[in-house]
């Protein structure tokens, strides 16, 4: 099949859980047995679309091999000429491929609005990392969607809730929600493969939020505990402040840009004619496969000062394209200009120019949505609390799939980032990664131990891409996914079988549930990183080394011998340590040692094997997801997931890229990989990573294993820590403090301002007018309207009594007075003519 | 055709007044044939409109080619020749989508009626009254008669809330009528003073003449008198209520002075904006809309406060462009006000419906910002694109808001009509005892608070992103209101629907819905799904010729008459007077 069968393939595998949902969503509570209770169609759905995604997939290797290509291992990435894609081209519009990146495919599936120029569209973008995330999402959801189906299988009947006790003193008892369970995972899978294809970062918006509501219903699972119904409140609200900076991000990007799409695109207007419309990649990177530039529009909206002059300085009677030839001609001159305030300098090493802080405010905006999506400091608060959901969950959502998506974001994003950016991007996930380690360790909860380690590990992503790994980020996200999930769903597994989450009441379950314990292991030595060095490891030993290595090679680099630049490194190689002290923490506690409950030990048992086999599953996956065929099989030697990685490198992420602004320069990814470095970067970094993660198993070991070291002891010993790291930094004290209750006590501010102030000041002066009213009631009708009637009445009678002497009787007087009359009539009228006519 | 728009509209508008006649002929006992036949009178009203505006028999309504950006479906006959009043309507892309945004609202609050037991014919005689109104509001084009269908909507709605409402009904009442009263007051003066200052002779106008519709004899009179003063004669000033003429005047030409346009705008914008409402004029809608039955809640929440939204754009702007301009950061900080405002009243209400209102105050200051964004200036080259999408989205919003607090109403309502209150802590675990109910809260509180897929967001979105390019602050500030939105909506659903058991009185009556409520609750929540994915097929395609056109000619005028600043307006004007005469020639030498 050709590339252009890709969008449909993929769209289809995207609406499939959609179908499944609505489906569900109809006609769910009404499934009987031959439908599994509904559980059958949320699995068909997310299966097919695995396969779709595996068709996908084939296809794109048919055009596109992965490895061979020369620029592979460059030291300055070119853009390949880039293959040729055939002109999908659709009703919706066409797909060609950005000349600035690897093969891509761009295109529109409808429109959401035109204003004017500025389109909103529904698209895709599809290269190898969008087929990479489409079959990592399907294949864990599936096994997800399996394992469900035992896991929840309790809700098929009718549930009491222990942890809902109701106010006559009774357990709640509830209909099981088995089918909306599996109508929720539906929606979620839906969401989150949107997500992943979407063309646009506005379409990434939409599903970003969509799948932060599937989280939000699948945390408040169990509505009926308040715990669960706070967490996802608050898993919800913690992601919005996230989403306001990315929205930020996305007005800086759309004022200046005029495009949300990823990709090139062509579409065809009202009027017939074609229009090619750039994307977001190739209007920051002109040059295919060069510097990011600022701009046009982030110039012009900079230097608005200065297009209102261009603009006054034209006759009036210039029409719009005369207009803007006369701006572009200056675009370049305002774009090197610079700013007052010095030749600090932006790429390319010119002075900061124009715009420029646009561009960073856009990367900066985009990157505060992956902070919040994917758990990073400091909005990290509610992915622990996020355990309250069943463990499925925890698996798909928080954090295989769509706690990752920060980081597929920031990969996605990474040609439009700024050396600026970059740093703090670095930085968030540096402290990210230390800080939910040292918290990991004290946790009991088990579920907690791993939540804290997948904010950690999204941390060695972010600090990954900010350091400029790009595949060695995005290469631990898919490692990470794998065995994140296997040891979440073995978590589960053992919780199934204990109804506890608390280790304190575990420990010996090995020999209960060795499936279960031994799968665990597994994705421990992977996490850890485990391997013998230079030969073979297990997934997580490629991907954590690749972000060692960076990290090294950048702190390395002539520019950065800083403290920044070493912190970065350190704290990685530390966190690794404490990585693999807790995991193993976690392991021992668990299934070693003497059972410490021994009710709950008596009643445990293995999970049937609908929950076994995808543990099993994904144990493979974790093992040996990120391995290389050996060399020597022709192109087959290049079938790898790096090297499929390799392909959607963001053009230019293989130079480096100095900053003057900041004085650092990041190094190309690819140098550290370099034979001549072999020596001087990868054997120490290989050493020193295996011996990290070595020793902090030594230490669990010691500590939880052998007993040498009482933990109590350890407790005591370092109380002060120890109750910090137990009350998690603070953190939620801190924000309660400094937000929520600011925020509650404005909102009573302003509901009591419309009380008291704006209505009182209304009824206040309804009040004076009733008043008023009234006293003018008393004074105007009663006094001044009554008695000024009454008295031109009295004074009309009296002036008639008087004018009864004029009534006199005797003619003479009456002459007299006709005299008079007419003669005052006389004047009256020739002294009016005289004033009107007199002149 | 003329004659054949002027029965399809005046049986669209007036249609509803004749039920009312009728239904004041049944029996009084009768009180299911009251019902019936305001419900059939609303349907009948829908598939009206529907023919009209959607169907071939009527037009359909025309958005793809250049016509579209203008009047359609226009008729004008005098009404009262002496003070030229015409008996003048039509739609265009703004009006067309909140007609039909009425007649399905009426149709559902008409469904959602049964729930009124006391005077019921009474109630249906008015509530007919106000559709008439509100219909004629959205379409009529002469300004008098604007005003007239403004006030008929008024009157109904002062008895629906006065008479059928809560405890404090009569509070509510009077406070919802002096403050409208207030708000037409001041646009009475605006309109008598726009009256009195325009003069359809001025030369000047020739050339928009024809896009103004004028009756024949007038037009016929105006012509003359423009000749006339060419020819240097005096003429006496033909003055109009034709909005669409008002809006060429204050476009095209300097009858109506700077200082004239900016009050005429304020003392306008006033008056809308208290219908909208927006801070702090708003204090009347939460009252209101405590004590209003629930239908009445609706047809206030989804169609009365776009009347205000309509008023500006309609009326405020195009005819005022003077007081636009100059007031623009005032309009765009009201619009933020009300929508940071509103969140955090609604964040500590007590009150159901009072939450709802308020987060009805909230909403709307969106539409006032998307209005407000005036950012074709010269720093941006005059492109208008920014603000069409602002204006756009301000559009999307009324509509959406419509859609989404109708429903939100309703669904109060349905509640309240169980359990007899509306205390927030009072409620919880309504998921378990009302399941259907609960998903279609659920998935409409959700379009309320912006989530993507659903009507409310679009209209956010779209108003949120053009604000950029006008104010970064503003932007800022407005992005950030999303999180007070998810706040209070999900603090609110957590009280409400989830949670372990009922705490409130009555929990007996918490029966699952009807199919009457389930089926106004599952329409209105299809629109709010269907409008939120595609919000171009079903609303921004017939709104964006129109609000183009209506934007690209204010920033022309912008351009020439405001901008650049060194020169002065006067100046402006005459060479938008000289360029339209060019265009005259070139149109006449061929």
Known sequence: MEPSALPWLLGLATLLPLASFFFLLLFGPRLGKAWGDGAYVATGAIAAAGVLSAISLLIWLGHHFPGGEPEAHAAQAVSAPAPHTGAADAAVGSDGHAAASGPSYAGDYYLLGQFGKLRLSI????????????????????????????????????????????????????????????????????????????????????????????????????????????????????????????????????????????????????????????????????????????????????????????????????????????????????????????????????????????????????????????????????????????????????????????????????????????????????????????????????????????????????????????????????????????????????????????????????????????????????????????????????????????????????????????????????????????????????????????????????????????????????????????????????????????????????????????????????????????????????????????????????????????????????????????????????????????????????????????????????????????????????????????????????????????????????????????????????????????? | MVTTYLVLLSAIVFLPAVAAVLVLCVPKENVEASRRLTFGATVVVLALTILTFLTPLGGPFDYQTEAAAGMQYVFSVPWIPSFHIAYFMGADGISMPLVMLTAVICVLAAGASWSVTTHVKAYCVLFLLLETGMLGVFLALDFFLFYVFWEVVLLPMYFLIGVWGGPRREYAAIKFFLYTLAGSVLMLIAILMLYFASDLTDPALRPFLGKCYLPEAVQAQAEAGMTARAAGQTVAPLHTFNLLALAQIGQQTQQLGENLQWWAFLLLFIGFVIKLPSVPVHTWLPDAHVEAPTPISMILAAILLKMGGYGILRICYPICPHGGYDLALFVCVLGVVSMVYGAFAALAQKDFKRLVAYSSVSHMGYVVLGLGVWSATAGTAFNTDYWNMGVQGAMFQMIGHGISSAGMFFLVGVVYDRVHHRELDAFGGLFGRMPVYTALSIGIFFASLGLPGLCGFIGEILVVLSVWNYSYALAVISATVMILTAAYILWMIQRVYLGGEYKGPHGDALTPTTLRENAIGGVLFALTILFGVFPNTFLLRYVDKTVTRQVNDLAQWTRLVKEPAQQASVDGQAALEARVNVDLAKAQTP
């Open chain 1, 123 to 839: 698209g895709y973008y599809i290269d190898s990392l969008t087929i990479c995330m489409f079959c990592l999402v399907t294949v864990i959801a599936t096994c997800i969607h399996f394992y469900a189906m035992g896991y929840m299988h309790d809700e098929q009947r009718e549930v009491t809730d222990r942890e809902v006790t109701l106010r006559d003193g009774t357990y709640l008892t509830r209909r099981g929600r088995y089918v909306r369970f599996f109508q929720y995972l539906s929606l979620f899978s839906f969401s989150m493969l949107g997500l992943v294809l979407a063309g646009n970062i506005f379409m990434v918006f939409v599903f970003w939020e969509l799948v932060g509501i599937c989280s939000y219903f699948l945390i408040g699972f169990y509505i009926e505990r308040p715990s669960a119904c706070c967490a996802a409140n608050k898993a919800f609200i913690v992601n919005r402040v996230g989403d306001v900076g990315m929205i930020v991000g996305l007005m800086a990007l759309w004022g200046g840009l005029g495009t949300f799409a990823f990709g090139d695109l062509t579409h065809i207007d009202a009027d017939g004619a074609r229009r090619h419309e750039p994307g977001i990649f190739s209007l920051v990177r002109p040059v295919p496969g060069g510097p990011l530039r600022v701009p046009d529009g982030m110039v012009r909206l900079s230097a608005h000062r200065e297009v209102a002059q261009v603009v006054d300085g034209l006759d009036r009677q210039a029409d719009q394209a005369e207009i803007e030839r006369a701006i572009a001609a200056r675009v370049p001159q305002w774009r090197d200009g610079g700013q007052e305030g010095g030749p600090d300098g932006g790429p390319g090493g010119g002075p900061s120019p124009r715009g420029y802080a646009l561009l960073v405010v856009a990367g900066i905006g985009i990157f505060c949505g992956c902070v919040g999506k994917s758990a990073q400091f400091p909005l990290h608060v509610w992915l622990p609390d996020a355990m309250e959901g069943p463990t499925p969950v925890s698996a798909l959502v928080h954090s295989a799939t769509m706690v990752a998506a920060g980081v597929y974001l920031v990969g996605r994003f990474f040609p439009v980032f700024t050396p600026e950016v970059l740093l703090v991007i670095a930085l968030v996930g540096c402290l990210t990664l230390f800080m939910a380690a040292t918290i990991a360790i004290t946790a009991t909860d088990i579920k907690r131990v791993l939540a804290y380690s997948t904010v950690s590990q999204l941390g060695y992503m972010m600090l990954a891409l900010g350091v400029g790994g790009w595949v060695a980020g995005l290469l631990h996200l898919i490692t990470h996914a794998f065995f994140k999930s296997l040891l979440f769903l073995c978590s589960g597994s053992v919780i199934h079988a204990v109804h506890t989450n608390d280790m304190r009441l575990m420990g010996g379950l090995r020999k209960k549930m060795p499936i279960t314990a031994y799968t665990m292991l597994i994705g421990c030595l992977a996490i850890a990183g485990i391997s013998v060095p230079f030969v073979i490891g297990l997934s997580g030993y490629y991907s954590k080394d690749r972000v060692l290595e960076q990290a090294y090679s950048f702190m390395m680099h002539a520019d950065n011998r800083n403290f920044l630049a070493s912190l970065l490194f350190y704290t990685a190689a530390g966190g690794a340590m404490i990585t693999a002290f807790y995991m193993f923490r976690m392991w021992y506690l668990t299934f070693v040692g003497e059972p410490r409950d021994a009710d709950r030990y008596a009643h445990a048992h293995e999970s049937p094997r609908v929950m076994t086999v995808p543990l099993m599953i994904l144990a493979v996956f974790a093992v040996a997801v990120a391995w290389s065929p050996p060399g020597g099989l022709g192109r087959w030697s290049g079938l790898s997931v790096v090297n499929l990685l390799e392909q959607s490198r963001p053009p230019h992420t293989l130079a480096d890229v100095a900053s003057p602004g900041l004085g650092m320069t990041w190094p190309n990814e690819h140098f550290a990989h370099e034979p001549s470095q072999h020596a001087t970067i990868v054997v120490p970094v290989t050493w020193l990573a295996t011996l990290t993660a070595w020793a902090g198993i030594a230490l669990a070991t010691v500590i939880y294993a052998l007993g040498y070291i009482q933990a109590d002891e350890v407790r005591r010993y370092f109380s002060r820590t120890h109750r910090f790291l137990l009350n998690k930094w603070w953190f939620d004290e801190l924000y309660a403090l400094a937000f929520i209750r600011p925020v509650q006590a404005v909102a009573r501010l302003s509901a009591a301002l419309d009380r008291r102030l704006l209505d009182g000041l209304i009824d206040g002066v309804a009040r004076w007018t009733n008043r008023l009213a009234k006293v003018w009631d008393r004074v105007a009708d009663s006094l001044i309207v009554d008695g000024s009637l009454v008295g031109f009445a009295t004074s009309i009678y009296r002036f008639g009594v008087r004018l009864q002497r004029v009534q006199t009787g005797r003619l003479r007087d009456y002459v007299v007075y006709v005299a008079a009359g007419a003669l005052a009539i006389f004047v009256a009228i020739s002294f009016f003519r005289g004033f009107y006519w007199g002149g």
